[in-house]
């Protein structure tokens, strides 16, 4: 069975067993009179749940990769590759966001040190540090260098970037339960995971931003032979990207969406350019390590 028959049959057990543990789980809030987690997000975190899972039950099986195959060895440097990567993002970010600036695409604001942006400069960065590390070490750790097996580098990139990308849009909202969540209903759930996906021209440039940012990601995990880099700067990008709208905001309504995007930086024309001028940068400039994987 190759790796793309065995992941995607981990996926697809695990979106089940989530379905079938969602309706326990949210009937249980229900009897605690706990109403702030509809049914949509206790679905989703069941089979995020689940497909960890599985992840972690069937990793030999389904990846055969060592720690050091995923990246995540402590040899000489890995600390210089955290340092390098949230300098490089903070650095890169400032730049497009002074040009977005100058081109009055964006505004300055004056709420980042209020009471609400000093709690969330907090929480942002425990997200941010979970993002970072989580997804690099599921997509770029795990999913990319199980297609390294059987494909070519660049079309494991690809492979990996699409599903890093497509993976964002399988949120759906606004389940309506009337009463107790049945198993049933919550299998009829699953398909509503591809709604999104449905009215895919709408999606096209977030799916475009998010496509470039896997291949930006990728590509710094093969330079480096470590996750350590894409790591630091997949997280700072995350969190800096979610507190600007305390120091500066879009002064457009959307009117330039395909252009300047929408306020989330990386699905607009500006923003791919964005992105592959941090793949060229990484490129010349990244060193490779003694072990290197590109």
Request: net charge positive; aromatic share 18%.
């Given at each position: 069975?190759s790796?793309?028959?065995?992941?995607?049959?981990?996926?697809?057990?695990?979106?089940?067993?989530g379905?079938?543990?969602?309706?326990?789980?949210?009937?249980?809030?229900?009897?605690?009179?706990?109403?702030?987690?509809?049914?949509?997000?206790?679905?989703?975190?069941?089979?995020?749940?689940s497909?960890?899972?599985?992840?972690?039950?069937?990793?030999?099986?389904?990846?055969?990769?060592?720690?050091?195959?995923?990246?995540?060895?402590?040899?000489?440097?890995?600390?210089?590759?955290?340092?390098?990567?949230?300098?490089?993002?903070?650095?890169?970010?400032?730049?497009?966001?002074?040009?977005?600036?100058?081109?009055?695409?964006?505004?300055?604001?004056?709420?980042?040190?209020?009471?609400?942006?000093?709690?969330?400069?907090?929480?942002?960065?425990?997200?941010?540090?979970?993002?970072?590390?989580f997804?690099?070490?599921?997509?770029?750790?795990?999913v990319?260098?199980?297609?390294?097996?059987?494909?070519?580098?660049?079309?494991?990139?690809?492979?990996?970037?699409?599903?890093?990308?497509?993976?964002?849009?399988?949120?759906?909202?606004?389940?309506?339960?009337?009463?107790?969540?049945?198993?049933?209903?919550?299998?009829?759930?699953?398909?509503?995971?591809?709604?999104?996906?449905?009215?895919?021209?709408?999606?096209?440039?977030?799916?475009?931003?998010?496509?470039?940012?896997?291949?930006?990601?990728?590509?710094?995990?093969?330079?480096?032979?470590?996750?350590?880099?894409?790591?630091?700067?997949?997280?700072?990008?995350?969190?800096?990207?979610?507190?600007?709208?305390?120091?500066?905001?879009?002064?457009?309504?959307?009117?330039e969406?395909?252009?300047?995007?929408?306020?989330?930086?990386?699905?607009?024309?500006?923003?791919?350019?964005?992105?592959?001028?941090?793949?060229?940068?990484?490129?010349?400039?990244?060193?490779?390590?003694?072990?290197?994987?590109?």
């Open positions: 069975m790796f793309i028959t065995r992941f995607l049959l981990v996926l697809v057990l695990s979106a089940i067993c379905a079938l543990l969602a309706p326990f789980v949210y009937n249980g809030f229900l009897s605690f009179e706990i109403t702030s987690f509809p049914f949509d997000k206790v679905l989703n975190r069941c089979v995020l749940i497909l960890v899972c599985f992840l972690i039950t069937f990793r030999k099986s389904l990846f055969v990769l060592s720690a050091d195959e995923i990246g995540l060895s402590r040899t000489a440097g890995w600390k210089q590759d955290i340092l390098y990567g949230i300098v490089f993002g903070t650095l890169s970010l400032a730049i497009l966001y002074f040009i977005l600036y100058h081109a009055e695409a964006r505004i300055l604001e004056n709420r980042l040190f209020t009471p609400k942006y000093m709690k969330r400069i907090f929480e942002y960065a425990l997200a941010a540090i979970f993002i970072g590390s997804e690099e070490i599921f997509f770029r750790g795990c990319l260098q199980g297609f390294l097996k059987t494909q070519k580098r660049w079309i494991a990139v690809i492979l990996t970037s699409l599903f890093y990308a497509v993976t964002h849009f399988l949120a759906p909202e606004d389940f309506v339960v009337e009463g107790k969540a049945t198993i049933l209903f919550s299998l009829k759930s699953l398909l509503r995971f591809l709604e999104p996906l449905q009215n895919f021209s709408a999606l096209l440039p977030d799916f475009m931003g998010l496509f470039l940012l896997g291949v930006v990601l990728a590509y710094a995990r093969l330079k480096t032979g470590r996750l350590y880099f894409s790591m630091a700067l997949h997280g700072i990008w995350v969190y800096w990207i979610k507190i600007d709208s305390g120091f500066i905001r879009p002064t457009y309504l959307g009117g969406h395909w252009f300047f995007g929408d306020g989330k930086v990386i699905n607009g024309f500006v923003g791919w350019l964005f992105l592959l001028s941090a793949l060229v940068w990484i490129h010349y400039f990244v060193p490779l390590k003694k072990r290197e994987v590109a």
